[in-house]
């Protein structure tokens, strides 16, 4: 069973940066570097959006909102993904989750998110 555990949330003020970390097991190495993964956040009272994925290849797409200020990186071998969030906005105030990406669903069960605060 596939477990994602995130990590590396906080209360920053706007202009700050964090960089959240999702770690995942029960799953090989191989198998996990063939994965596209994704950073997901909900807001309070908004659905959960996709905001950046990434390629086996290490190919990157972002949403329009997190677009030159969000970078998402992944470590095959530790099966861990990575998103350096930068010149944050409490708009981007969220519980942040990774996920396995198959075209338009995600793949596994969810964990427990990391919070990320903004405020001014």
């Known amino acids: 069973q596939v477990q994602l555990v995130e990590s590396g949330g906080g209360l920053v003020q706007p202009g700050e940066s964090l960089r959240l970390s999702c770690a995942a097991s029960?799953?090989?190495?191989?198998?996990?570097?063939?994965?596209?993964m994704g950073w997901y956040r909900q807001a309070p009272g908004k659905e959960r959006e996709l905001v950046a994925r990434?390629?086996?290849?290490?190919?990157?797409n972002y949403a329009g909102s997190v677009k030159g200020r969000f970078t998402m990186s992944r470590d095959n071998v530790e099966k861990t993904v990575y998103l350096q969030m930068n010149s944050l906005e409490p708009e981007d105030t969220a519980v942040y989750y990774c996920?396995?990406?198959?075209?338009?669903?995600?793949?596994?069960?969810w964990g427990q998110g990391t919070q990320v605060t903004v405020f001014s």
């Open positions: 990434i390629t086996p290849g290490d190919t990157t």
């Open positions: 029960g799953l090989s190495t191989v198998f996990f570097s063939n994965l596209n």
């Open positions: 996920n396995g990406v198959n075209g338009a669903s995600f793949m596994y069960s």
